[in-house]
């Protein structure tokens, strides 16, 4: 299993560039079994969870190659189980639901199992198929749907925590198919929805509203083939900008949608650091000091929740008390006991995290929780005097390509290693 070992104290420098958007290139790949015919898919990024994708199409039936950064994915005859061994190595591929029940009337999908950040169940998933005509029947952790037609509804899709992305993604898709008009109250707003809903509607789809609280999908008969690139990846320019100015560097993110990023550039100010926008380029450096900030993650268009850890990193280098409340995902706070092995001073209070920044931090060995936690990981080893060994990086590759490459290229010294 592979490590990074990273020297920590050199402050970035240099350009980079941003990627395809992990979570809109996965429930766009399942939006291509909603037709037979063929969807190329554009700027998507070389990750893990986009091969376990293709693993899982190509299970069903569909052609998947990939060129460059370019999918070609053709879903001519497919079935529609949704195996077990497959399911349970990413929770996005419960996105396959949706257009498999579509397409099929009868779909057969392992349920995704638990993950490190919170229980994540898929009960407004399943609400939303149900409201839209489908029988569910869960059955030896299959969720078995199945219905002779779907017919479109008026549905409410808000849970505990607010909307549901990839519910809402799962529902959109579900509707596309179905006989009359689908109206989704309390949709996720995240431009990851928007930009799946371009591609849908690319494809034929009839959709309004995507990006606000209210969408509304007229059901078609049939979609059809599509050329689609997919939106910039917020989380991975967020990070980036992070490490910037937690590393006292000054980098040029190029390709970005800062348009997409409005809470996080926000927060950033407010914490001192400096943010030019020009078109689709952020250049960030750190200001003259750094200042503490509070945070409340929150459904788009608030603060993300995939930023969090990254930013509790800068937190704890800005003398002064920081509190982050995590309101998307409870237990998200596996990375705390992790970031204080370097030095950090953090307290976990109910759904918040106290951070007395400004402690020096030194490098030691650190164990990667999940995707983002690994992130943050690693911007700290870029701060923290020393040696940082963060192992268990089979998360980072699922979700940000070459990041230890494109960190090398803005000077920071940081190798992969075997174990
Ligand atoms: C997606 C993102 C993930 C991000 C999250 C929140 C992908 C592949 N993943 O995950 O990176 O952190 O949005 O922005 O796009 N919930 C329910 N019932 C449900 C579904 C969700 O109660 O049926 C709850 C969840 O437990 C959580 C909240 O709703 O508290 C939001 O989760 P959700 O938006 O569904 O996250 P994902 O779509 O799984």
Redesign the pocket.
């Known amino acids: 299993m592979d490590s990074l070992f990273i020297k920590g104290g050199v402050p970035l420098h240099g350009d980079v560039t941003v990627s395809g958007a992990?979570?809109a290139v996965?429930p766009i790949m399942a939006a291509t079994l909603l037709t037979p015919e063929l969807c190329i898919i554009r700027r998507v990024p070389q990750l893990s969870d986009v091969e376990f994708m293709g693993e899982i199409l190509r299970s069903l039936g569909a052609e998947v190659r990939s060129e460059g950064d370019t999918l070609f994915i053709q879903a001519k005859a497919i079935r529609g189980i949704g195996d077990y061994e497959l399911i349970r190595k990413m929770?996005?591929s419960i996105c396959i639901l949706g257009p498999l029940l579509a397409r099929l009337k009868k779909a057969k999908v392992s349920l995704p199992g638990g993950c490190v950040i919170?229980?994540?169940?898929?009960?407004?998933?399943l609400k939303g198929l149900r409201e839209l005509g489908a029988k569910i029947k869960i059955v030896n952790g299959y969720v078995s749907a199945s219905t002779p037609r779907l017919l479109g509804a008026d549905l409410f899709l808000g849970?505990?925590?607010?909307?549901?992305?990839?519910?809402t993604a799962n529902i959109m898709m579900a509707a596309t198919l179905a006989e009359g008009i689908t109206t989704i109250e309390s949709a996720?707003c995240?431009p990851?929805v928007v930009d799946l809903a371009n591609f849908l509607i690319a494809m034929g789809a009839g959709i309004v509203g995507a990006g606000s609280p209210t969408i509304t999908v007229t059901g078609v008969k049939t979609l059809h083939g599509v050329d689609h690139e997919v939106i910039p990846d917020r989380i991975e320019a967020a990070t980036f900008a992070i490490a910037a100015a937690a590393t006292n560097g000054e980098i040029t993110i190029h390709g970005a949608r800062p348009d997409h990023m409005h809470a996080v550039l926000d927060k950033l100010r407010e914490a001192g650091v400096k943010i030019e926008r020009r078109g689709a380029t952020l250049t960030v450096r750190r200001g003259r000091g750094l200042k503490p900030v509070d945070i409340t993650t929150l459904?788009y268009s608030g603060f993300?929740?995939?930023v969090q850890a990254q930013m509790m990193v800068l937190m704890a280098l800005s003398p002064g008390i920081s509190i982050i409340t995590e309101r998307?995902?409870?237990s998200r706070f596996m990375h705390v006991s992790e970031i204080s092995r370097l030095g950090a001073d953090i307290a976990i209070e109910g759904p918040s995290a106290i951070v007395k920044g400004g402690k020096p931090m030194s490098g030691a060995p650190v164990m990667a929780s999940d995707l983002r936690a690994s992130a943050a990981l690693v911007i700290a080893g870029l701060v923290a005097r020393g040696g940082t060994l963060v192992k268990r990086i089979y998360h980072l590759d699922r979700g940000y390509e070459n990041l230890d490459v494109k960190l090398r290229n803005l000077g920071a010294r940081i190798e992969r290693v075997e174990e």
């Open positions: 992990k979570n996965l929770r996005g919170g229980s994540r169940p898929i009960d407004l998933h849970g505990r925590s607010g909307p549901t992305v990839l519910g996720a995240e990851e459904p993300p929740t995939d998307v995902f409870e």
